[in-house]
């Protein structure tokens, strides 16, 4: 390790251990992101770190999904055959404790307004404009 990876080291492990607020922030948004993807309606799979991988469980609507995700303003890692089978294809979405509830809100919005184009999670695209978390393209 270089001296300059050294230093960081040491410099994070001291503002980790001077403040603690920070992880507690980072899981507050971690737990409030994981339910607003439950609630709706993304297949996320188990996770013990502030990165959230949410189930596409096909090789091309991933690429698809990480794509328009990108387009919309949200980066967004896929996961694809060779490194997972293509039917558990997937993204991870990666909080910091940085993050606002609205920037969160708003990343997953653009996301639920992606993944319903591609039909991820499933038909819902009616339900979707009803409920409001869609705007009908014109």
Not at 49 to 55: E, F, G, L, R
Request: net charge negative; glycine share 6%.
């Amino acid at each position: 390790m270089t001296p300059a990876s050294a230093a960081s080291v040491i410099a994070a492990i001291d503002i980790i251990k001077s403040e603690p607020d920070r992880i507690n922030r980072l899981w507050e948004n971690t737990n409030y992101a994981l339910a607003r993807f439950l609630e709706m309606g993304f297949e996320v799979g188990p996770s013990e770190s502030p990165i959230i991988p949410i189930y596409v469980r096909d090789n091309i609507k991933t690429f698809a999904f990480s794509t328009g995700c990108f387009e919309a303003g949200v980066f967004i890692n896929p996961v694809v055959s060779p490194a997972v089978p293509s039917e558990e294809s997937l993204i991870r979405f990666s909080l910091m404790a940085t993050h606002t509830i609205e920037q969160i809100d708003r990343a997953i919005d653009r996301m639920y307004e992606v993944a319903v184009k591609l039909g991820i999670l499933g038909n819902q695209e009616e339900e979707a404009v009803e409920t409001g978390h869609l705007t009908p393209v014109q």
